[in-house]
């Protein structure tokens, strides 16, 4: 029985010297929340069978811990939002995280991801977004974070790149690109996301950032099959425009919808031009 209390006392004490020290850092949000592909991935594919996987030299090379499954060479997006949030450490990926991390933050993100199940099948196992969604259910109720806490926590998506690289633009067995003109498959992939981010605002999140996807016309796989090998491929970059105005009307469509939320559209197409630097002979 004393021994009961004691513990309860020290459980008491730990949590309140935890939140003071929350506090005491200047954190911005008590916690953070990432889901993505690739480019918000911190690790999650180290553990599936893909070959997705980046947990070896040279990436991370400018990293102070190597490589960690980023695809990257140094720190990625979600790793510098939680610098900027003030956080005491990068938010841990999702495989291998403990459910009492939830209280702080999981990155949930697996390189290959998508919107639609089938996406990036063809490199092995990866985690979509209905999925990433489902392991963040699991976790916050495994770890019983409170719903007023997880309505101060910030959330950041990035989706929908790979149903376009690995599933819209690709061969068969992907069947895409002939079922759907590029306005359909646009229209197709938003209504899966608004019942997903439907799915998140249920869950909690009222802070929460939705990332477009960027000139993917640009990437050396699309030039090379889809860009005769030179410059950017057009036709990629005019699928993914109709994917991007979506998107950002379903946000504006969730801000009118759930007054209690904020949801922002973080545009990374517009002003991309890396060509132009060609142009200009830099
Ligand atoms: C990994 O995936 C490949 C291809 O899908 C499969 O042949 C192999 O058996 C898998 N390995 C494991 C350990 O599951």
């Known amino acids: 029985m004393a021994e009961g209390r004691l513990k309860a006392l020290f459980c008491v004490f730990v949590t309140t010297t935890f ?39 040279p990436y991370g090379v400018d990293f102070a811990r190597g490589p960690t499954g980023r695809f990257s060479n140094g720190r990625n997006i979600p790793d510098i939002i939680a610098e900027l949030m003030r956080f005491s450490d990068y938010i841990p990926p999702f495989t291998g995280a403990l459910p009492e991390q939830a209280h702080t933050g999981i990155n949930y993100a697996s390189g290959g991801g998508g919107i639609r199940e089938e996406t990036s099948q063809h490199l092995g196992e990866s985690i979509s977004l209905k999925n990433q969604i489902k392991n963040h259910r699991t ?3 495994t770890a019983n974070v409170p719903q007023e806490k997880l309505q101060k926590c910030l959330y950041t998506i990035n989706i929908g790149s790979n149903d376009y690289l690995n599933n819209y633009f690709m061969p068969p067995p992907y069947m895409t690109n002939r079922k759907y003109s590029f306005d359909q498959y646009a229209d197709s992939l938003i209504r899966s996301y608004r019942s997903y981010l439907k799915s998140l605002y249920v869950l909690g999140a009222r802070k929460v950032a939705v990332f477009g996807v960027s000139k993917l016309g640009c990437t050396p796989r699309m030039i090379a099959s889809h860009g005769g090998g030179y410059g950017c491929a057009a036709e990629v970059n005019k699928a993914v425009v109709p994917f991007n105005m979506n998107l950002k009307a379903l ?32």
Do not use: W
């Open 19 to 57: 939140a003071l020290a929350e506090v005491a850092r200047g954190q911005r949000v008590p916690c953070y929340f990432v889901f993505g592909d690739s480019v918000f991935d911190n690790g999650n594919n180290n553990a599936l069978n893909t070959s997705a996987k980046v947990n070896y030299s």
């Open 139 to 141: 976790m916050i109720m």
């Open 251 to 282: 946000v504006f469509e969730f801000n009118r919808n759930f007054v209690d939320a904020k949801f922002t559209f973080v545009d990374v197409f517009t002003g991309q031009h890396p060509l132009a630097y060609l142009a200009l002979g830099m």
